[in-house]
């Protein structure tokens, strides 16, 4: 059983696959993540199993298919291999399909293989707060903070033994050659589009913050030329207020220039909208910082149009965050300090926790 796409080792699903078959590995089921196999959906399948036309597979959608079903699904194989690229965020939804599959694989004979990868937080401690069961949803099963801190197979290594007991037959093959706090420029790793809007490592990088910005009724740029670098709405008139405001409590680590834009997903679709550029100088920044600092300016810039998206039963910034901490903060005019101090001990902790199980 494979879980992949483009952003593998080899770049192309069908290399892998080729390798497998090479080593005398017969694959019998593919797994499809949020994007789909070959990465190119932009949203779920809403269908529980499909055929792969292109390598003539069943392909199982995760996130569709019933815990029992996965269960039975992953005794049939010896292995499970997981060869993704994620980008460091508890919201990416990866890793919860990591998390899912080690589920289903617990107390079983079946070996979970997973390709390790570098992603664009590997500088960055664990960061943020932990999911509110009330929150729980696909975009945040893992149990780590919102910036993990760990890669694939060291966010691997902890849920194995913190949660699963060792229940897990693991196999992790590392990166050779990286040392932990090179940023991801600076590893000579080619740039792998993980999902359609993040086809560039700078869209990986502000998704950082920017994705945060999913949670308030502006667009973040899906669909453009530079998701999750583009952000606005019809309504940011006059963004230079807002990129001024930010150039005066910001950091040379990056700026902001305003912008004009139409996505073709998500908020806005269709429509032209005024909004920013965030131009990234180097990486060495608080992104849960930028993130707070932004959302709070735009709501005392545009205080008649700025509003917090609601889902069904939660605010979406919550289930992103883990809970309604980060939202009532700025409801509340807390400057940034002030709100980190309220969670400053979990990342300490946290950091301490995942200590044992870093490869790097």
């Known amino acids: 059983m494979l879980a992949t796409n483009p952003s593998g080792i080899g770049t192309n699903p069908k290399k892998i696959i080729t390798s497998l078959e090479k080593h005398k590995i017969t694959l019998e089921h593919l797994i499809g993540l949020e994007h789909g196999f070959l990465g190119l959906e932009e949203e779920f399948s809403q269908t529980p199993v499909t055929m792969d036309s292109t390598f003539n597979r069943p392909l199982y959608h995760i996130y569709r298919i019933k815990d029992s079903e996965l269960r039975e699904l992953v005794k049939e194989v010896d292995y499970v291999v997981f060869d993704v690229q994620d980008v460091g965020m508890r919201c990416y939804t990866y890793l919860s399909v990591l998390k899912?599959?080690?589920?289903?694989?617990?107390?079983?004979?079946?070996?979970?293989?997973?390709?390790?990868?570098?992603?664009?937080?590997?500088?960055?401690?664990?960061?943020?707060?932990?999911?509110?069961?009330?929150?729980?949803?696909?975009?945040?099963?893992?149990?780590?903070?919102?910036?993990?801190?760990?890669?694939?197979?060291?966010?691997?290594?902890?849920?194995?033994?913190?949660?699963?007991?060792?229940?897990?037959?693991?196999?992790?093959?590392?990166?050779?050659?990286?040392?932990?706090?090179?940023?991801?420029?600076?590893?000579?790793?080619?740039?792998?589009?993980?999902?359609?809007?993040?086809?560039?490592?700078?869209?990986?990088?502000?998704?950082?913050?920017?994705?945060?910005?999913?949670?308030?009724n502006v667009s973040v740029g899906r669909g453009t030329q530079a998701p999750f670098v583009y952000f606005g709405a019809p309504w940011m008139t006059n963004p230079e207020e807002l990129a001024s405001k930010l150039a005066s409590i910001g950091s040379k680590s990056y700026y902001f220039s305003p912008v004009y834009f139409k996505p073709t997903f998500g908020p806005h679709k269709g429509k032209i909208c005024s909004g920013l550029r965030m131009n990234l100088v180097r990486p060495d920044?608080?992104?849960?910082?930028?993130?707070?600092?932004?959302?709070?300016?735009?709501?005392?810039?545009?205080?008649?149009?700025?509003?917090?998206?609601?889902?069904?039963?939660?605010?979406?910034?919550?289930?992103?965050?883990?809970?309604?901490?980060?939202?009532?903060?700025?409801?509340?005019?807390?400057?940034?300090?002030?709100?980190?101090?309220?969670?400053?001990?979990?990342?300490?902790?946290?950091?301490?926790?995942?200590?044992?199980?870093?490869?790097?």
């Open 285 to 360: 920044y608080d992104p849960i910082q930028l993130a707070y600092d932004l959302i709070r300016l735009m709501k005392e810039t545009y205080p008649n149009d700025f509003k917090w998206s609601k889902g069904a039963s939660n605010h979406w910034v919550d289930q992103l965050w883990g809970n309604d901490h980060f939202r009532t903060s700025i409801n509340e005019g807390k400057s940034f300090s002030d709100f980190h101090k309220t969670y400053l001990s979990e990342e300490e902790n946290e950091g301490k926790k995942i200590e044992p199980y870093l490869l790097y």
């Open 100 to 216: 899912r599959l080690m589920d289903a694989m617990k107390n079983t004979k079946t070996k979970l293989i997973v390709l390790d990868h570098i992603h664009v937080a590997m500088h960055l401690p664990p960061m943020g707060e932990k999911m509110n069961p009330r929150n729980l949803n696909f975009a945040g099963e893992f149990p780590s903070l919102l910036i993990t801190g760990m890669t694939i197979g060291e966010a691997t290594r902890f849920y194995n033994k913190e949660y699963l007991k060792d229940s897990v037959d693991v196999l992790i093959v590392p990166v050779e050659g990286y040392r932990r706090g090179m940023y991801f420029e600076d590893t000579g790793i080619p740039w792998t589009t993980p999902s359609p809007n993040l086809p560039m490592v700078d869209s990986a990088r502000n998704y950082l913050s920017l994705v945060l910005l999913e949670g308030v």
